[in-house]
Each structure stands twice: as structure tokens, then as C-alpha cells.
T-cell receptor, first 112, second 111 residues
Framework: EPEVTQTPSHQVTQMGQEVILRCVPI?????FYWYRQILGQKVEFLVS????????KSEIFDDQFSVERPDGSNFTLKIRSTKLEDSAMYFC??????????FGPGTRLTVL | GQQLNQSPQSMFIQEGEDVSMNCTSS?????WLWYKQDPGEGPVLLIA?????ELTSNGRLTAQFGITRKDSFLNISASIPSDVGIYFC???????????FGTGTRLKVLA
């Protein structure tokens, strides 16, 4: 069964450094999403992406964040200058449209 | 902003017991979904509900989309140890595909 994959599984970085989190959505999916989950809290929407552009973003997704689909398979989330409060699990999700989103296993980002 | 409140926050049950949890909002949602999350992993879709009043089953799981479109419940029958995890409801509203997630119900099953 096809799955969303994410790399790395764990990323440790120094405050102020740039990080890129990578996702490979399910191959025939058209809509892509990033969510984050601070430890012990609920999952929060960051951004949705369709047809090579952002379709919706939350107030969390400020100028420090950007997304890109650099080729036909990858979908990336870049944080330009990480802050301590960016430490969280970051989940990529995808679907073909409609409402059943399939989530990846997540990347645990630790900012020191 | 829109919020989904889940209750109970956590529950301990004996293996074999039935479980019921719910999700409520002050806003109307068009779609309700239930996910299970194991520690250190991503949410896994259990059930999706699309119409008010809809009752859907997936094995031992049953979920319903409330008539008012402001709530949903999830039942698990005859719980087993692998049911342990955090159960999240999520919803979408008109004109958006973004999910609003609930606060989660942490389930522990005692063998």
C-alpha cells in the first residue's frame, strides 16, 4: 500500500540555522500539506499546496517558512532561521482532493 | 478560532471493555475524521464521515457524524491491548481542506 514518507526522522539543529524537511507524498496525490505537533499537544495545520502554489496557510506559517515541490516527487518545508519554539514533530500529508488525508511518520525537529 | 474539544482527555480501561469518546465544537463542520496516533508516529486514518447523521463502522470501530454537525463520537468495542494510543478527531469546514484537530483522547488498555 502506498505511503507518505518523510526524511529525516529526526533533525537536530542550532537556533538560527536553516532546516529543510523532506516529504515524498503518495504518487497520484495532488494536494500536499504540512502540519506540526508540539510535544504533548494537538496537531496544527501549517500550509496546503496545490498546483505548485500555496492554497492556504495558518498564522503559524510566517515568513520564516516556505514550501516547495522541486520535482515530481518531493515536497519540502524550509524553516529559514529556526527558533527554540520550532521544536516539534512535523507531519506531511497528501490526498487527491476530498477529505481523507494520509499522513507521513513525521520528522522530529529539535532546535538547541 | 475554531476548536474541537475531545472528551475524555484520557481513559484507562480493561481489555475487552467497550470505549466511547466524543468530539464537540461550537462551529459546524462538513467532514469529521477520526485518527489514531501511536507514540512517535504519524496519525493513521480510522474513519471518515461526510454527512450529518452518518454512522460508519470499520471493524470494531464505529463513528457517527452528529445531526447538528457540531459533534462526533467514536466507539471501540471489545478493546484489545493494541488499541492503546491517542485518538484525534479532525474536521474540515466549507471551502477548505485544512484539518482542525481535536485535543485528543489518550487510551490505555489494561490486560
Amino acid at each position: 500500500e502506498p505511503e507518505v514518507t518523510q526524511t529525516p526522522s529526526h533533525q537536530v539543529t542550532q537556533m538560527g540555522q536553516e532546516v529543510i524537511l523532506r516529504c515524498v507524498p503518495i504518487s497520484n496525490h495532488l494536494y500536499f500539506y504540512w502540519y506540526r505537533q508540539i510535544l504533548g499537544q494537538k496537531v496544527e495545520f501549517l500550509v496546503s499546496f496545490y498546483n505548485n502554489e500555496i492554497s492556504e496557510k495558518s498564522e503559524i506559517f510566517d515568513d520564516q517558512f516556505s514550501v516547495e515541490r522541486p520535482d515530481g516527487s518531493n515536497f519540502t518545508l524550509k524553516i529559514r532561521s529556526t527558533k527554540l519554539e520550532d521544536s516539534a514533530m512535523y507531519f506531511c500529508a497528501s490526498n487527491r482532493g476530498g477529505n481523507e488525508q494520509f499522513f507521513g511518520p513525521g520528522t522530529r525537529l529539535t532546535v538547541l | 478560532g475554531q476548536q474541537l474539544n475531545q472528551s475524555p482527555q484520557s481513559m484507562f480501561i480493561q481489555e475487552g471493555e467497550d470505549v466511547s469518546m466524543n468530539c464537540t465544537s461550537s462551529s459546524i463542520f462538513n467532514t469529521w475524521l477520526w485518527y489514531k496516533q501511536d507514540p512517535g508516529e504519524g496519525p493513521v486514518l480510522l474513519i471518515a464521515l461526510y454527512k450529518a447523521g452518518e454512522l460508519t463502522s470499520n471493524g470494531r470501530l464505529t463513528a457517527q457524524f452528529g445531526i447538528t454537525r457540531k459533534d462526533s463520537f467514536l466507539n471501540i468495542s471489545a478493546s484489545i491491548p493494541s488499541d492503546v494510543g491517542i485518538y484525534f478527531c479532525a474536521g474540515t469546514t466549507s471551502g477548505t481542506y485544512k484539518y482542525i484537530f481535536g485535543t485528543g483522547t489518550r487510551l490505555k488498555v489494561l490486560a
